[in-house]
């Protein structure tokens, strides 16, 4: 699937919205009757769906695999207003070389940061290195600002050299039923990661999840960001509880399926926030394996938002590398974090 | 048990017995359970269900005593004295409980299970009382060549594992665990195989008490099964094979061993070669239990001419 992303990139959204709900002219309104037109969800099903996925039991060269696809797919994340470079720095270090007792050990994907901090991680990071460097952008976490300053923060950002944008929504335009505000917004977001050679920044749509209060919301709000141009959905910014919980991404899961089944195009997801454990990691690929399907079982699909999971996940590794279990004594030393 | 009478008699109520993890009572992970008989033998009449813990139930104790660490060490050690006082009373208040069971556990007469569980709880008050005494007795000041105060210290070392005694099965888990705690270190019991029931009924007792969750965590099971990875775990700074003596498919050797790989302080069973024998728990201890598990800091500090 990884020529969806070229032609993706050219795709002129509000164009493509047109086409896919059927209207001349792309209104608040016409936005509203076909977001409102999609199933609703079976709250308790959905939970109950959730629950059940989470008691596969995934043992021994299963489970290898799948740490090693969850260490992969993290987006080692440090957003703190605290944040120094030289944090930046160590955790860019960690990306790099996650277990300095053994160098079979994957890289996660990227690391996320505040936009003013994407040079330093480059100055670790490099070129080539395998991990791309994400930065939040629009205001981050509130979304609070006005459009001049989301798409100067983006551009910002891309300037800097990040290779990815988490972006917020505004929520409270999307609770107030401005869906074409919001669409707009993701689509000029988007609009702003292009790069000057024509290359653009994937653009990551957090749509805080924690404060959307319903399910059909989340469900909405999936779809309203794949179709303003989102190339990846994500849950939470990690600041609002809950964050990124097992059923929401299920259902985030089956809207980039039901998308792919539109469009032909894939839509990554990116769980975010309260995901510190390797079982509960393990319990999202196998909801994302189940509901979405193994083509999403990648990196470039799918990613976790997480910092002390990457720890957690480097322990379990241990212990099956060494046949004991290990201790926090054993993997470098962070600082706390809301993820 | 009871007198037969003439009305129906009551059908006696079975407990099966959970695990002390965390300051909560758990199943086991595995969802097992054992039979307990007396006398610690299977001719013996069935007592109760203890849970059989698992290697991840050890593990999670692990975690629970290494979370508690901190605030418990940090505690000051009058704090830590008052708090295994009161574990001291309430095991009181459980006297006839802990007659009882030591009565069927270990298969003796009333009357020297209730000298045991006197000693018990003694040997319990006396550890308590040395909480804010043994600093003064190990630590001091260092005579050195210089303008320097040298003062060493003793400190707490860590997560502590406790293979509890196989047949002492109050009066040895009392005589081991109470040294491990009192100076702040948190401890991983494994109880006694075939005689948890004193274990157990200690482990509602600190339930009950003021000692923080995670402080101390029982874990009944095959010492066996269990025993290897608490030696094995990375996360444990010391451990007492105490009751590697009598129990079945341990080797203490090994045991140890495993515990070198990151370097444990370790408490070799009593007796001599690879025989580890129990051994007589009624005698008056020493410091040497506590003193096993600390580890000492000295601080060099001016003080001019």
């Avoid at chain 1, 596969?56 to 207003?81: C, N, V, Y």
């Avoid at chain 1, 800097?160 to 919001?182: H, P, Q, T, W």
């Avoid at chain 2, 999670?60 to 001291?88: E, M």
């Avoid at chain 2, 948190?186 to 339930?207: H, Q, W």
Wanted: hydrophobic fraction near 45%; aromatic fraction near 6%.
């Amino acid at each position: 699937m990884s020529t969806s992303t070229a032609p993706r990139d050219a795709v002129d959204a509000p164009s493509r919205a047109r086409d896919i709900l059927g209207a001349s002219r792309l209104t608040n309104e016409s936005l509203t009757a076909w977001l409102h037109g999609l199933p609703g969800v079976d709250q308790v099903g959905c939970e109950a769906r959730a629950a059940m996925l989470g008691t596969r039991s995934i043992k021994t060269t299963s489970k290898a695999w799948a740490i090693d696809t969850a260490i992969s797919m993290i987006d080692l994340t440090t957003l703190e207003g605290a944040d120094t470079p030289g944090k930046v720095r160590g955790l860019c270090a960690k990306a790099l070389t996650p277990d300095a007792t053994d160098a079979s050990t994957p890289r996660p994907a990227a690391v996320c940061v505040y936009g003013d901090m994407v040079p330093f991680a480059r100055e670790v990071l490099g070129e080539g290195s395998g991990v791309n460097i994400a930065a939040v952008a629009t205001a981050f976490p509130s979304g609070r600002a006005s459009m001049p300053v989301k798409l100067a923060d983006t551009r910002d950002a891309v300037a800097n050299g990040a290779d990815e944008i988490d972006m917020v929504i505004d929520r409270g335009a999307f609770l107030s039923g401005r869906y074409l505000d919001v669409f707009n917004e993701i689509a000029d977001v988007k609009q702003a990661c292009v790069r000057p050679d024509g290359t653009a920044a994937r653009l990551k749509v957090i749509m805080e999840t924690g404060e959307l209060v319903t399910y059909d919301n989340v469900r909405r709000a999936s779809w309203l960001s794949m179709l303003a141009g989102g190339d990846f959905i994500k849950t939470s910014t990690g600041k609002v509880s809950p964050a990124a919980t097992l059923p929401v991404t299920v259902i985030m899961l089956e809207a980039v399926r039901d998308w792919r089944e539109l469009t032909g195009e894939m839509v990554g997801v990116k769980p975010a926030g309260g995901i510190r454990t390797s079982k509960d990691a393990i319990k999202f690929l196998v909801a994302v394996s189940e509901v979405a399907g193994e083509d999403w079982l990648d990196p470039h699909w799918f990613r976790f938002g997480a910092s002390s999971l990457l720890n957690d996940l480097l322990l379990q590794r241990q212990r099956m590398r060494i046949g004991a279990y290990s201790g926090s004594d054993y993997v470098t030393d962070d600082s706390p974090s809301l993820y | 048990m009871s007198p037969t009478t003439g009305a129906p008699s009551r059908v006696e109520i079975k407990k099966t017995y959970k695990l002390y993890i965390g300051g909560k009572f758990p199943r086991s992970e595995s969802g097992r359970s054992y039979e307990v008989y007396a006398g610690g033998a299977s001719s013996g009449a069935f007592l109760a269900n203890a849970a059989q813990g698992s290697r991840k139930d050890a593990r999670d104790a692990v975690v629970a005593a290494r979370k508690a660490f901190p605030a418990w060490a940090g505690a000051t050690a009058y704090n830590r004295g008052q708090v295994l006082y009161r574990v001291a009373e309430v095991m009181e208040g459980r006297r006839a409980q802990f007659v009882a069971e030591v009565r069927a556990s270990e298969g003796v007469s009333e009357r020297q299970a209730e000298a045991v569980v006197g000693q018990a709880i003694d040997r319990w008050v006396w550890y308590a009382g040395w909480s804010d005494k043994y600093a003064q007795v190990l630590g001091g000041l260092n005579p050195v060549a210089g303008p320097y105060f040298d003062i060493s210290a003793p400190e707490p070392t860590g997560v502590v594992a406790v293979l509890a005694p196989q047949a002492s099965s109050l009066l040895g888990l009392v005589s081991v665990l109470a040294p491990v705690v009192v100076s702040g270190n948190t401890a991983v019991v494994l109880s006694s195989e075939l005689r948890p029931l004193p274990a157990i009924t200690l482990s509602e007792a600190l339930a009950t008490s003021d000692v923080p969750g995670g402080v101390v965590n029982i874990v009944t099971g095959r010492t066996g099964e269990v025993a290897p990875w608490l030696a094995s775990h990375r996360d444990v700074n010391a451990i007492d094979l105490a009751g590697a003596a009598g129990a079945e498919g341990v080797v203490w050797g090994d045991l140890e061993a495993a515990a070198a790989e990151n370097l444990k302080r370790v408490v070799r069973p009593a007796g001599t070669g690879p025989e580890a024998v129990e051994p007589d728990w009624t005698a008056t201890p020493d410091l040497s239990r506590l003193t096993a598990f600390l580890e000492t800091k000295t601080v060099w500090h001016p003080k001019g001419r």
